[in-house]
């Protein structure tokens, strides 16, 4: 926590010290004996500082009014007596009436109701002072007790009620002592009543009665503190247990019973060691009571028990001191994120939530059909405790961290108007600083370039730390209790909780309608339920934090620079085009002019889609971005889901429409081809043996490939195949025959005719 810096000119009010009053600053101790305008003049003892060693002499000097102020708002300034004061003139042996536990005061309150009896009485002529006449009258005197006990008895209760302003609804206020027993007339546990005597006890009042003269009140309290002070065991007996104590307490976490015997066996061991070795040896107490036991196991310390009953890692985790903790003092100075894979199986179908959603983007959700458990994401800030993130992640989704940092800095209210919630959700802005762990989707360079591109602190928190990011670990398990664990489909963590209870056979929720619950949870319920350590609800905190002064949120451009999408586009003559809208720029109709079809790099943010940021890919990234606008104004304020909506619609088809569209072409074309037989337009095929044109065929005729040349064999001269009678054929004439094109029953004599 920040120290709280005071300035110079501030009037400071230390009108609490006066000229001789001794106060202790820390350690040290000095009494105050002038006062000036800028301060007092203190006489200091002499004072050794506990790190340096260093003694500082005693003597006068200027204590200033700002110091003095700082250190009375930190508590390191205490007055320890005035001069004037009762208190003061005390010795230090005496009990102060503030360190009187209730108990001790309800056994002076009998005492002092037995003496204000023996007061009344002598006033009335009842009774006589002297002691045998507070013998002869005892019973009298108990039973006008009785009355004036109960007098005084109420009138104590009633200096520890609470404060008639501060309280409400006359309702205790927390950490009162209303919470207290009421105070009894207990002659017994006023030690007076330990013999059936009478006389006995009028001496005891006799002797009560003297007392209260000499010292008021305090003479009438007992000194039952000091008991137990000397326990009658020796400190080799203590040492002797302690040790046995350190050996047998470990992971076993053995019983006090057990302990208790087996202190009591190396008692009669260790005697018949010393007993061996010298018969008139000192000897220990042969057995010690179980309380006694206890009690050296508490000195023992309860970090040292926890350590050897636990282990090292889980004692520093539950018992460390947790100090002055996580303090904040606005709304968005600390935001925790972390992920959770709920206890639930989800059927994850595609619903009317998904309608929109890409084939791809189905399949990394997993929307298959199956029970399967999800994950989620959240964020919530730590001074007002409201949520600002909450999404679902699929299974191997690399950039979680920017998607939830997306949401941390987008208005979410149509969101919460799509899940019709009650309460809108405003709740979001830039934080300062990031508490996240160190999974593998916060410790990749990604992670680590958004978080620097938008100015937050990262506080990466060490696995196994719980502690460190606390309040969204709280918030998972409040989801956990008060949303989860109303549905059907838990997995219950582990076998023994879950028994026979098959999740998958009895999951009944859908992911839509999950996310539907999860968000109207998060808004209408979470947010509005009060919150112990806030004294309110988060929404309501919220409001308070951001009263003056709203949260500080990003431009369109640098929402574009940390969460846009860039993909690439080709330029025409009215611009880039991308998911069929518009954008056009006078930097794109320059590029146009001079370079024409250029591919361009675009930049969009899908929470605006208004205005991108475009360069040319031909830059090589090193052009600069420039901002071009939609050419609709229409989609100025639209998001990328609205698109997606028009762009859905836009490809849907009226069957019937359609149907009658199609059926007006078939009749057109029938028109056109009565048209054309009439007017003998029809084009008549080349071949009707084949049925096929021979365009292919002729345009073939003479093309020459190596395949040709090979399957045609060597070249032959003119008629050198030709041979007379009927002689075999030779070996050579066997060798393929050269391409011969097909007779298409074409005559070409005429063609050049």
């Known amino acids: 926590m920040p120290v709280r810096i005071l300035e110079e000119e501030e009037d400071f009010d230390i009108s609490f010290l006066e000229v001789g009053c001794v106060i202790r600053k820390g350690s040290r101790k000095g009494k105050v004996t002038e006062l000036r305008d800028n301060g007092v003049v203190v006489d200091w003892e002499e004072w050794i500082n506990p790190v340096t060693a260093k ?10 009014n700002k110091v003095i102020h700082q250190d009375y708002l930190y508590g390191q300034l205490e007055v320890i007596s005035r001069p004037r004061s009762f208190v003061g003139s005390r010795s230090i042996a005496e009990v102060q009436r503030d360190e009187r536990d209730h108990k001790e005061t309800a056994r002076m309150l009998v005492r002092k109701a037995c003496v204000l009896a023996s007061e009344e009485l002598i006033a009335e002529g009842l009774m006589g002072t002297t002691r045998v006449e507070h013998e002869r009258n005892s019973l009298q005197l108990v039973h006008r007790a009785r009355i004036i006990h109960a007098r005084i008895a109420e009138a104590a209760r009633a200096s520890n009620r609470p404060h008639p302003i501060l309280s409400s609804s006359g309702k205790a206020l927390h950490g009162s002592q209303t919470g207290l027993k009421p105070y009894t007339f207990d002659l017994k546990g006023a030690n007076a009543n330990r013999t059936r005597d009478e006389a006995k006890l009028g001496a005891t009042i006799y002797k009560w009665a003297q007392k209260h003269r000499d010292k008021g009140e305090e003479g009438l309290y007992d000194k039952y503190r000091n008991c137990g002070a000397n326990s009658g065991h020796t400190d080799e ?12 307490e470990d992971q076993e976490r053995q019983s006090l019973a057990n302990l208790h015997e087996s202190v009591n066996s190396a008692l009669l061991v260790e005697n018949f060691d010393r007993l061996a070795k010298d018969t008139n040896a000192g000897l220990l107490p042969p057995r010690v009571s179980k309380e006694f036991v206890q009690t050296q196991r508490v000195l023992m310390g309860y ?7 636990r282990g090292y890692d889980a004692a520093y985790r539950d018992m460390h001191a947790g100090g002055l903790g996580i303090v ?3 709304a968005l100075e600390r935001v925790e994120i972390d992920e959770y894979t709920i206890d639930l199986q989800l059927l994850m179908k595609i619903s009317g939530a998904f309608d929109y959603l890409s084939p791809t983007e189905a399949k990394a959700m997993g929307l298959d059909g199956t029970a399967q458990r999800v994950k989620i994401s959240a964020a919530i800030d730590v001074h007002t405790r409201c949520l600002l993130a909450l999404l679902i992640v699929p299974e191997g989704t690399t950039n979680s961290l920017a998607l939830t940092l997306e949401m941390i800095y987008s208005d979410k209210s149509d969101i919460s108007d799509a899940m019709e919630c009650t309460y809108k959700w405003l709740e979001y802005g830039a934080p300062e600083l990031i508490a996240v762990d160190r999974g593998g989707a916060y410790v990749t360079d990604p992670a680590y370039h ?25 918030v998972f398990r409040t989801m956990h209790e008060k949303l989860l664990a109303r549905f059907s489909g838990r997995t219950f963590g582990d076998v023994v909780k879950r028994g026979e209870n098959d999740p998958q056979e009895r999951a009944t929720l859908e992911l839509s309608e999950f996310l539907k619950w999860m968000v109207r949870w998060a808004v209408d319920d979470y947010h509005n339920d009060r919150h112990n350590a806030l004294g309110t609800t988060p929404r309501e905190a919220w409001q308070e934090a951001t009263r003056y002064k709203r949260p500080r949120t990003l431009s369109n451009k640098e929402m574009r620079q940390a969460f846009g999408e860039v993909v690439q586009r080709r330029l025409g003559p009215s611009g880039l085009v991308i998911d069929n809208i518009k954008y056009q720029s006078d930097k794109l109709i320059d590029i146009w002019r001079t370079e024409g079809h250029q591919l361009i790099e675009t930049r969009r943010w899908s929470g605006n ?4 940021d475009i360069r040319k890919v031909s830059d090589n990234g090193r052009g600069k971005w420039e901002t071009a606008v939609v050419c609709d104004p229409y989609w100025l304020e639209k998001t990328a889901f609205d698109v997606r909506v028009w762009n859905a619609k836009r490809r849907e088809i009226n069957p019937e429409a359609e149907q009658t569209r199609l059926l007006e072409i078939w009749k057109r074309d029938q028109r056109s081809k ?18 096929k044109e021979m365009t292919d065929e002729h345009f073939d005729t003479h093309t020459d490939t190596a395949e040709r040349r090979y399957l045609a064999g060597e070249r032959r001269e003119f008629l050198e195949d030709v041979v007379e009678g009927d002689t075999a054929p030779t070996p050579s004439q066997t060798s393929p025959q050269p391409y011969t094109p097909p007779d298409t029953g074409f005559d070409d004599d005429g063609v050049l005719e």
Do not use: C, H
């Open 55 to 64: 003694v500082k002499d005693a003597g006068p000097d200027l204590y200033k």
């Open 303 to 309: 970090v040292n028990r926890g350590i050897r009953n």
């Open 328 to 330: 904040t003092s606005r």
């Open 609 to 612: 889609i208004g205005t991108i």
């Open 674 to 691: 009565d048209l054309k037989a009439q007017s003998k337009l029809f084009a008549v095929p080349r071949s009707k043996t084949t049925g």
């Open 237 to 248: 007996l203590r040492d002797f247990v302690t040790n046995v104590l350190m050996e047998l």
């Open 450 to 474: 958004i978080l620097n591109s938008l100015g937050i602190t990262n506080m990466g928190v060490p696995a196994g730390k719980p502690w460190l990011k606390p309040f969204i670990e709280r």
